[in-house]
């Protein structure tokens, strides 16, 4: 563990004792000469509550505080886990914490259970509690403040993670008294609210020997948090356990927006963890366990990725995207992927614009996410590229995706394959190509490369591969105003030959729109009127 101070935004990191966490200090930019990096100690106090006497048990607490013990003290700390502990256990248990914290450069307290909020204050909620107990809540009860206060006494950074409030366990008309003859207070009716003595940055005074505070919510202020699936980690936990285990040298509050994102996209927008800090330092985290290598560590590296950029997005844009995800069925990770792999700067400011995009990018996720599944192959190599594809569309991870895509046609073009294993293939790929990087040049092409392979095999596949080539140019035409590809796109006149004894079905009907959306786009590219009134008795 080590804690460094720097002015530069490049870090000189040595990792101690294996791991842990780093301190930048903030300094002024005239200040180059950096410090020697020094030991450091952390401590954590982890505490899962499942089996309540009285209240309703949650099933998942205990693994939560198991699986993160094992990952703290993989990074270093020096961690001690208590399950299921009374009033007067666990008030003995964060008094034994705050004496051990002492000298310690990171103190960190992990608490899964119950937790509710009165009168401003957050309180845990010891495993036997009962109604009883709200009469006397300084006692029956741990006020979460008085924990804080008490560690920012003696320790430069204080972290406490609360994944707590899996709705309130007590009867919704109780009330809390702090002491018996203080006023009642209303329980609060959602989750937890801001943690007295944590402020904002810029209110943090300079005077104090406190480096800072890092308190973070499983869920906003006032929403309740999710227990997760029974004998596995909280949607918290889980998104902690895959990030904070897994960071070299990444900072803190970066994390921590991964965090946030990973539950929000892992509960479909159920859940967003939330984080009030004070620090005035950057905190950085050391060595950590080995990431994620091959596939894996593709889909991982660019998952982190969107995260970030999810967690930069105003929330009118995200309650767009949940729309759109809601109503074409399409899932949200993926439809967030396709956002970042335009770059944050190319999404529409205006919203009729952003709905026209989302609209037209979650019809090609349905198409990509309905024939993904139709490759029937023995080959192990491409089972893998596929599954690995699945997993990354799945995860958001849409630029690996298509590389996935890229190497299962490359593996298929090697090997010589069935014409029907290829034409799958590059179905696959083109509308992943379209439907990730509005790449329909790409897409257009492969296409075309199917339209080859089927042509002299199967009639209805040579319409439909070349009306798709045809589609795919007449997009590109029409996002671009490129005229040529619009030009090239009016193959629509020769698909109507593809079209057996010139019979009206739903084919030429299909056919005859989309040639007069290509000649109406034209058009209206042009000072002349010819494509315009040729595209009217098309309509």
Request: with cysteine; proline share 5%.
């Amino acid at each position: 563990m080590t804690f460094v101070e720097t002015s530069k935004p490049r870090l000189f990191r040595r990792a101690w004792l294996a791991l842990l966490v780093a301190m930048l200090v903030c300094v002024a930019a005239s200040m180059l000469r950096p410090v020697e990096a020094k030991d450091l100690k952390g401590v954590a106090l982890i505490v899962g509550q499942s089996r309540y006497e009285h209240l309703a048990a949650l099933p998942n607490p205990a693994n939560d505080a198991r699986d993160m013990a094992k990952m703290l003290t993989d990074l270093g700390f020096d961690a001690r886990n208590v399950t299921d502990r009374d009033a007067s256990k666990l008030k003995r248990d964060l008094e034994r914490f705050v004496e051990d914290a002492e000298g310690a450069d990171v103190a960190l307290v992990y608490y899964s259970g119950h937790g509710i909020e009165a009168g401003g204050e957050n309180y845990l909620v010891p495993v036997d509690a009962d109604v009883a107990s709200l009469k006397d809540a300084n006692q029956a009860l741990v006020p979460i403040s008085d924990v804080v206060d008490e560690l920012r006494k003696t320790v430069p950074v204080t972290i406490m993670l609360l994944d707590a409030c899996r709705t309130n366990p007590f009867p919704a008309d109780a009330m809390v008294r702090r002491a018996p003859t203080a006023s009642a207070e209303p329980i609060g009716a959602g989750g937890l609210e801001p943690v007295r003595g944590a402020k904002a940055l810029g209110n943090a005074p300079a005077a104090n020997a406190s480096l800072g505070t890092v308190i973070g919510f499983a869920a906003e202020p006032g929403r309740p948090a999710l227990d997760g699936a029974a004998g596995e980690n909280s949607p918290y936990a889980a998104a902690l356990l895959r990030h904070l285990a897994a960071m070299k040298g990444t900072e803190f509050g970066s994390v921590m927006r991964m965090v946030t994102e990973e539950v929000y996209l892992d509960t479909k927008t159920k859940q967003r963890p939330w984080v009030n800090e004070s620090l005035r330092r950057l905190l950085y985290f050391g060595v950590a366990p080995p990431e994620p290598t091959g596939d894996d560590g593709l889909i991982t590296g660019e998952r982190r990725q969107l995260l970030l950029t999810i967690s930069d997005l105003p929330d009118p844009k995200r309650a767009q995207v949940e729309l759109a995800s809601l109503q074409e069925g399409v899932p949200l990770d993926a439809l967030y992927g396709v956002l970042k792999a335009l770059g944050t700067e190319k999404i529409p400011e205006d919203p009729t614009d952003l709905r026209k995009v989302l609209d037209a990018q979650a019809e090609r996720l349905k198409k990509m996410m309905s024939e993904r599944a139709a490759l029937r192959t023995d080959d192990p190599d491409i089972k893998r590229l596929v599954a690995s594809a699945d997993k990354a569309i799945g995860q958001g991870a849409m630029a690996t995706a298509r590389k996935f895509l890229d190497d299962a046609v490359g593996r298929v073009e090697e090997t010589n394959d069935t014409v029907d294993q290829a034409e799958e293939l590059i179905k696959r790929k083109r509308i992943a190509d379209a439907a990730i990087y509005f790449d329909y040049r790409s897409a257009a092409s492969d296409y075309a490369k199917a339209f080859s392979l089927a042509e002299k095999w199967d009639d209805k596949l040579r319409w439909n591969y070349k009306n798709q080539e045809a589609e795919a140019l007449n997009s590109y035409g029409y996002a671009t105003g490129d005229l040529d590809a619009l030009q090239h796109a009016i193959a629509y006149r020769a698909i109507l030959n593809f079209i057996p004894n010139g019979e009206q079905n739903r084919d030429w009907a299909i056919t005859r729109d989309n040639m007069a959306v290509v000649l109406q786009n034209i058009g209206e590219r042009e000072t002349e009127t010819a494509h315009l009134e040729e595209a009217a008795p098309n309509v």
